[in-house]
């Protein structure tokens, strides 16, 4: 069995409140975010020697920002760049650049505004013009709903899932988001309601799909000893684990993800099984997105995922494995159409106890963030962090 290089905590987060970034810049919304996770922390710029960030931040990335934001005593950064699985890999690579002596606090952040800018699905620094398999696939509409379709579909063929329990996802993330001021969607919705839902790529409605916003999220990963000097929950980065699928020429399997290996490893690394899970903050680009990843993480068997979600398992206080309790991508928050980050602060919040009461879970002691960026269908990173309060 594996286990991590060494340790590292999450010391400090924050997400934005802004849905909708009119007037901001995308370079101002990092450094919000950025300062927003270092007051939490009870640090400054002065501090931070390792920054990670993707193709979401404006300019030359890292070297861009890092004059934006003030960091002037930088000596590691990371641009690794997976679509929405990107942050959880940045997580993990932090942890083992601390472990390595390259840094001792790394600032991750996370922050797009397709909306004010008008860019639809389009995600930051993606050119569809210089993709190798373009002229094989230039007739497909690139949008992602017609891949999580065909996903959905295959899985209804072949485990007999239903829309109806597709359609209890989005209903454990509306009496989550009821609770979130921030929350685009606030209002609980019913399995009924999502399936009069206008379809959208059959056999997914309306409802069973993300919301589009502005906005971001940052967070501060250190060493153990700067962790616990500052008087904040400790929240330990137990297990990692980062994987890529793709089309494979057409020889694609459509019914699991690179979860299987990253959910493996993190697994492996903590010295844990899925049972010790309380809660999980699951990728939900789409509602099969988390049915796919229960079975592919271990939570349940492979096509058992429906039954598995079905009647409200998903919903704190009552079901036995909550997810997504600020209401995930489907009510909540969807920056840059990019959701990993937002998935890790609401596994940090319930990790540390700071959760919305109605939602905060019982069992806090080991929590699942996990990511998938690209497309279910196609090709995609999956990212898995597995969080242990101490």
């Not at 030359?60 to 959880?88: C, N, P, Q």
């Not at 250190?222 to 994987?243: F, Q």
């Not at 299987?260 to 492996?268: D, E, I, L």
């Not at 494995?321 to 980050?341: E, S």
Request: some cysteine.
């Amino acid at each position: 069995m594996t286990r991590p290089p060494g340790p590292a905590y999450i010391a400090g987060i924050y997400e934005h409140p802004v849905r909708r970034a009119d007037g901001i810049s995308t370079a101002q919304l990092h450094a919000d975010v950025a300062r927003g996770a270092l007051a939490d922390a009870g640090l400054t710029l002065a501090d931070v020697d390792g920054f990670f960030c993707g193709a979401d931040a404006p300019g030359l990335g890292a070297l861009t920002m890092a004059e934006y934001i003030g960091l002037s005593k930088l000596r590691h950064v990371d641009t690794t760049e997976s679509g929405g699985s990107a942050y959880l890999l940045h997580v993990a690579h932090a942890a083992q650049a601390i472990a390595a002596g390259h840094c001792n606090v790394a600032l991750v952040t996370m922050a797009d505004r397709p909306l004010a800018a008008a860019a639809g699905t389009a995600l930051a620094g993606v050119d569809r013009n210089t993709m190798p398999n373009l002229p094989f696939t230039a007739a497909v509409p690139p949008m992602p709903m017609y891949g999580y379709g065909m996903v959905a579909r295959r899985h209804m063929h072949e485990f007999g899932t239903t829309a109806e329990q597709l359609a209890w996802v989005r209903v454990a993330a509306s009496h989550h988001a009821q609770h979130n001021p921030h929350a685009v969607h606030r209002e609980v919705v019913t399995v009924q309601e999502v399936l009069d839902s206008p379809m959208v790529a059959d056999p997914l409605h309306r409802l069973d799909c993300c919301v589009m916003t502005d906005g971001g999220g940052a967070l501060i990963v250190t060493r153990p000893e700067v962790a616990r000097a500052l008087k904040r929950p400790l929240v330990r980065v137990a297990g990692s684990g980062e994987a890529i699928k793709h089309p494979n020429a057409g020889r694609i399997e459509l019914l699991s993800s690179a979860g299987v290996q990253s959910g493996a490893h993190a697994f492996a690394e903590a010295g844990i099984t899925p049972a010790d899970i309380g809660y999980v903050s699951l990728y939900d680009s789409f509602t099969i997105t988390v049915i796919v990843q229960l079975e592919d993480l271990g939570f349940c068997a492979k096509g058992e995922g429906g039954r598995f979600v079905a009647d409200g398992n998903l919903i704190s206080g009552t079901g036995r494995l909550p997810f997504n309790t600020d209401g995930g991508g489907l009510c909540n928050n969807h920056p840059g159409n990019k959701g990993g980050m937002t998935k890790i602060l609401e596994a940090v919040r319930q990790c540390r106890g700071e959760a919305h009461p109605a939602v905060q879970v019982a069992r806090r002691d080991h929590v699942l963030a996990h990511g998938t960026g690209g497309n279910l269908a196609g090709a995609h990173a999956a990212g898995t962090l597995i969080l242990q309060a101490e």
